[in-house]
């Protein structure tokens, strides 16, 4: 009887303090400008000093940190596919990791390209 009062108030024990441990836990923050597939760079801010992953599939598109102020911009290794979702992560330690999709735009063709021109 004694064994199944000591388990049960251990077990709720480490409920209670498991559920007050993740209610500390901080989340990490991005916003970012838009991506196109003529995009050679990934800007934006994020949580000061942490880690950003631009990915699809197992390829990595673009790694890096933030700065002290939270700002980033990292150079993409691989050229982005128009109408493509790709995997936007950022990561620090002490912080719930923070996954956002992104889908890249196409450029639309300029009007004056779509011109023809007729000469006699």
């Known amino acids: 009887m004694n064994k199944s009062v000591v388990t049960i108030a251990t077990a709720a024990s480490i409920f209670l303090v498991s559920g007050i441990a993740q209610a500390n836990v901080r989340s990490t923050s991005v916003k970012f400008a838009k991506l196109t597939s003529k995009s050679t760079y990934v800007k934006g801010s994020a ?5 950003i992953k631009l ?14 102020k939270g700002q980033f911009s990292l150079k993409l290794k691989h050229k982005l596919h128009a109408n493509w979702k790709y995997r936007l992560t950022v990561i620090k330690k002490g912080y719930k990791t923070t ?13 004056s390209n779509n011109v023809k021109k007729y000469y006699k």
């Open 99 to 111: 996954t956002t999709y992104v889908k890249s735009a196409k450029i639309p063709a300029s009007s």
């Open 55 to 68: 990915s699809r599939y197992h390829t990595t598109y673009a790694y890096g940190k933030a700065n002290s």
């Open 47 to 51: 949580t000061k000093l942490a880690t």
